[in-house]
């Protein structure tokens, strides 16, 4: 499992957890300190993961990426880049494994129905299937000290078999998006 931007590992632990062999990425040196300390001997990189891909050229493919990408930030830019999301995404999905997967949690504007990035989702789904796009209330993460909405995309690198691209636009709590996935409706897979 491939966490790109690894921040301080609440992702990368919940994989562990879950027995996952992780290859993690941070930029910033202070959270490469933590992580390093968390997850001691797993393999950690240091390097923009808007270019994931081409700095692990050589490196094992994960099956799995699992990724909280920045919203708007790129390093040496001083203001907004809102290609940020879409230029993390593109690079982990070239670099996934054929027949991985890759989630994102990322800003609830990142959405197939949104019309600024519905041609991006358009051409990944041509190369892969987006299985769900589901935005997320803000308010589950209260105690983190936010409210911003965001939105869980899961995408699986195989041929895609429909033009259609699952999308929820309201947005769901927790409980909700549960029940969504232990239905496995047809609507969303």
């Known amino acids: ?33 933590i992580l390093r300390r968390l997850f001691p001997g797993t393999p950690l990189f240091g390097v923009n993961a808007e270019q994931i891909n081409d700095y692990l050229v050589g490196k094992t493919q994960p099956s799995v990426v699992l990724m909280n990408p920045p919203f708007c930030a790129s390093p040496k830019i001083n203001s907004r880049n809102p290609d940020a999301t879409k230029s993390h995404i593109n690079s982990a999905l070239q670099r ?6 890759l989630v994102t ?17 358009v051409k990944w789904h041509s190369e892969a299937r987006v299985l769900m796009s589901v935005g997320v209330n803000g308010k589950v993460y209260s105690k983190h000290g936010t409210q911003i909405d965001t939105r869980i995309t899961v995408i699986d690198k195989v041929p895609a ?9 309201e947005t769901l709590n927790l409980p909700e998006i549960l029940a969504l996935i232990q239905q496995g409706s047809n609507a969303i897979w």
């Open 1 to 33: 499992m491939l966490e790109p931007s690894a921040g301080t590992g609440l992702l990368a632990q919940m994989a562990k957890l879950r027995g996952a062999s992780l290859m993690l990425n941070e930029l910033a040196s202070d959270r490469s300190k």
């Open 161 to 169: 078999d429909s033009s259609e691209i699952p999308c929820i636009t």
């Open 105 to 121: 949690i990322s800003a609830n504007w990142f959405s197939p129905n949104n019309p600024t990035w519905r041609e991006t989702f």
């Open 96 to 101: 996934l494994a054929d027949g991985g997967r």
